[in-house]
């Protein structure tokens, strides 16, 4: 068994003296994992930080194997996330969410497309900008797993005029009128979710990983007993303090 295909690195851990074992998001594999020989080696290591973009190439006898993975580095990231504070704990989120939420080897391409615009945003832009990119890709996330919010138009009314929140129940959005007598148990709908040419503040933000986090929680980890990533909640911590 073979293939070849584009990663991105999630974690590695080590394995006997020289190996490690990578974790990786794939393009047309989804979340994969493979044992790369001597990756513990100052040559291979530095490439498998979390983060970096990879050309890989698995192998196995079977299937079902863990297999082996070769690496070449297609986009180095990781120096730049690892020495801003604030992208580091966005990295620390993407990949603690991916691995906990990604069921392993389903394929998922347009979750890894999106990953490589966020990761890249991440490094070159302010928080403001990728913290918007964050909740999006959530958001696409959950559509990639069967979850997805539907956000076009009122549950209650139809209307597509004034969506200011999501039901909780349905992931519908709703309107400011209708939301009135429900407010107190609806999840705020921040503008940039429904348009990429809405202004975006620290709240809106904290309004969407809100969301986006509640979904992930109800629909995805707790029905199979998982916490929320720890990451997770200090990127939360992040956009608390900054829209304090």
């Known amino acids: 068994m073979e293939w070849k295909d584009d990663a991105i690195v999630l974690a590695t851990r080590a394995y006997g003296e020289t190996g490690l074992i990578l974790e990786a998001?794939?393009?047309?594999?989804?979340?994969?994992?493979?044992?790369?020989?001597?990756g513990a080696s100052r040559r291979i290591k530095s490439s498998l930080l979390a983060g970096n973009s990879l050309n890989v190439d698995w192998r196995a006898r079977l299937s079902e194997h863990l297999g082996t993975?070769?690496?070449?580095?297609?986009?180095?990231?990781?120096?730049?996330?690892?020495?801003n504070r604030e992208a580091l704990l966005g990295l620390n989120a993407f990949t603690d969410v991916a691995r906990a939420v990604l069921p392993e080897r389903e394929p998922h391409e347009t979750v890894l497309a999106a990953a490589e615009i966020l990761l890249d945003a991440m490094g070159e832009s302010d928080f403001l900008h990728w913290g918007a990119l964050y909740v999006r890709w959530e958001a696409?996330?959950?559509?990639?797993?069967?979850?997805?919010?539907?956000?076009?138009?009122?549950?209650?009314?139809?209307?597509t005029e004034n969506l200011r929140y999501v039901s909780?129940?349905?992931?519908?959005?709703?309107?400011?009128?209708?939301?009135?007598?429900?407010?107190?148990?609806?999840?705020?709908?921040?503008a940039f979710l429904q348009s990429s040419d809405a202004s975006v503040s620290s709240v809106e933000i904290g309004d969407g990983l809100r969301l986006t986090g509640y979904f992930l929680?109800?629909?995805?980890?707790a029905p199979h007993h998982?916490?929320?990533?720890p990451a997770r909640l200090r990127l939360d911590a992040l956009v608390a303090r900054e829209s304090s």
Do not use: I, N
């Open 25 to 38: 998001l794939t393009r047309h594999h989804g979340r994969h994992l493979g044992l790369v020989h001597g």
């Open 69 to 83: 993975f070769s690496v070449e580095l297609r986009r180095e990231r990781a120096g730049a996330l690892l020495e």
């Open 140 to 159: 696409g996330l959950l559509d990639a797993l069967g979850f997805g919010l539907d956000l076009r138009a009122c549950a209650a009314t139809g209307t």
């Open 168 to 190: 909780p129940k349905s992931g519908r959005a709703v309107s400011e009128s209708a939301a009135a007598p429900y407010r107190a148990r609806l999840l705020p709908l921040p």
């Open 217 to 221: 929680q109800e629909r995805v980890l």
């Open 226 to 229: 998982r916490p929320v990533p």
